[in-house]
């Protein structure tokens, strides 16, 4: 079984439209990430959530929200699509606390806007 | 948040050991020091982590200086599946939900 799962693993889309990227994790943590992956290959923490709570909210455009509707599940809606937003999108889960803990991330989301 | 400096990139040919440096000459006290690598279109995946002592396991070693001020990922017998992308990152021991702060790596080439 994938330790955690996104879906879709494409998506090509036109420009002003709404999308959501669904993120799973059978791990039993209690922490879960969005991260994005531009073009040049940097990778930029976006959101991290803990037990459904909202913890780190980076300098992200309101268009995107995090919605955490249990532990296992962080999933990533994009409002009014721009093409900047075309990237790989990465949900990632981990224990909360201590800086031994690894963070497992999924196969990423190619999101294409056009 | 400390940083990390890595190569660009690095080549090594198959079979053999490669060692991959990084500095972080302002790590604190209370700072991990984690290896993630990704592959080609693949998420990060962990590789190694360690505090002072060096580490090994299945996948690599880590050699940390003495004084902490850089660290080194050591892959004993490189494949051509370790061609990847390679990251040093320093993560506060206090926790919490930072995740991760990804710099730009070394891109590892491995020759047949």
């Known amino acids: 079984d994938t330790a955690v799962s996104q879906t879709p693993k494409y998506l090509v889309t036109q420009m002003g439209n709404d999308k959501s990227i669904k993120c799973e994790q059978n791990?039993?943590?209690?922490?879960m990430y969005w991260y994005k992956q531009d073009s040049k290959k940097f990778l930029k923490i976006m959101f991290s959530y803990n037990n459904k709570e909202l913890i780190i909210n980076e300098t992200v455009p309101n268009r995107f929200s995090p919605k955490s509707p249990d532990k296992a599940h962080l999933n990533l809606h994009i409002n009014s699509l721009e093409l900047g937003d075309s990237a790989v999108y990465f949900c990632?889960?981990?224990?909360?606390?201590?800086?031994?803990?690894?963070?497992?991330f999924g196969e990423g989301s190619w999101l294409t806007v056009v | 948040d400390a940083k990390t400096t890595q190569p660009n990139s690095m080549e090594s040919n198959e079979e053999e050991p490669v060692h991959l440096p990084c500095n972080h000459s302002?790590?604190?006290?209370?700072?991990?020091i984690h290896w993630y690598r990704q592959l080609p279109s693949q998420g990060p995946e962990y590789v190694i982590h360690?505090?002072?002592s060096n580490v090994n396991n299945r996948m690599a070693s880590l050699a940390i200086a003495e004084d902490r001020k850089s660290s080194t990922l050591i892959l004993h017998r490189a494949t051509l599946r370790d061609a990847a992308v390679y990251y040093c990152?320093?993560?506060?021991?206090?926790?919490?939900?930072?995740?991760?702060?990804f710099g730009k790596g070394t891109h590892l080439i491995i020759q047949p």
């Open positions: 990152i320093l993560m506060y021991s206090g926790g919490g939900a930072d995740g991760l702060t």
């Open positions: 990632a889960s981990s224990h909360l606390g201590g800086a031994g803990n690894t963070i497992y």
């Open positions: 791990l039993g943590h209690d922490t």
């Open positions: 360690g505090l002072t």
């Open positions: 302002t790590i604190s006290g209370t700072d991990y």
